[in-house]
């Protein structure tokens, strides 16, 4: 999946990419902004504009001269729009639910990397850290089967490849405290699915 860019990733060419603008901003714009944004003639997102309003995907306010244009966010179509260009927000949620069957569960399961900033595009890896908790082995087969289940399913969930590094639960506050190769991004960026915060566990 394209995070960056959802919404034109689904729907392709010049509606998606004036949809995309229109569902990154609060704000109304003219069509002219708009057009400029999508990287489209005015001409072009005038017509498509048009077709949105009757729709009632998109409302149009008179200004002076110029006619001020937004998503309809009370329209339930407009809406469902809205919710793919966050979907990054719907697949964090997904991923939690499912690492809820993981067992025995870890010490914590983060995501990191371009997904965990919102950047990540449809080649991008979803980076994840997983702490297998003290008194289990990484290597054990239990835990091994159980991690690679919520693999498979993070990838069907979020659309990209799985890239894990598992790590023990003793070994890892001496890796968090490095100051080279990604723990520090780590630290910084990752987004806690389950478990202990990775603050707390690099201050043991």
Known sequence: MDYLQPIEAVIPGVQGRVLGVLSRSESEMTIRTVARLAGASAQQTSVLVGD????????????????????????????????????????????????????????????????????????SDLDVLAVCPKGVASDDAGWVDSLGAWESSARQIGGNAISTIVVGESELPSLLRRRSGPWSEIVREGIALIGLPLADLAAV
């Open 52 to 123: 949105l309003l009757r729709l009632g995907i998109v409302s149009r306010r008179e200004a002076g001269s110029s006619a001020l244009i937004a998503l309809n966010r009370t329209n339930e179509a407009a809406r469902l729009i809205a919710t793919l260009g966050d979907v990054r927000h719907s697949v964090i949620q997904r991923l939690r639910g499912r690492a809820k069957l993981i067992t025995p569960a870890p010490t914590s399961l983060v995501v990191f990397g371009s997904f965990a900033r919102g950047e990540a595009r449809a080649e």
